[in-house]
């Protein structure tokens, strides 16, 4: 797999963590600010779940979710390399 193709999700995933950060450091829970009008809006909630908020349970599934599909990422392009050319 090509190296710069790693660095993408390294960047959403340091993106998503310093917004979450920002907005929890500067917001009032359930505040809601304009970034592009109407159409475009930052708002500061707290999901209890996973996903689009579906409950599994114990928090300790979430984990074991996640290291299963990075598991199944990481043996799925090793196997069969990257797909982009």
């Not at 109407?38 to 908020?53: E, K, M, Q, S, V």
């Not at 409950?55 to 982009?84: C, P």
Request: charged share 10%; net charge positive; with cysteine.
């Amino acid at each position: 797999m090509h190296r710069s193709l790693w660095l993408i999700p390294c960047i959403i995933v340091v993106v998503d963590q310093i917004t979450k950060w920002s907005v929890a450091a500067s917001m009032r829970l359930h505040e809601s600010i304009p970034v592009l009008g109407d159409w475009f809006r930052l708002t500061y909630i707290h999901n209890p779940g996973g996903a689009f908020g579906v409950r599994w349970g114990h928090d300790g599934l979430y984990f074991l979710a996640a290291i299963i599909v990075i598991g199944w990422v990481v043996w799925h392009l090793w196997k069969h390399g990257a797909a982009v050319h």
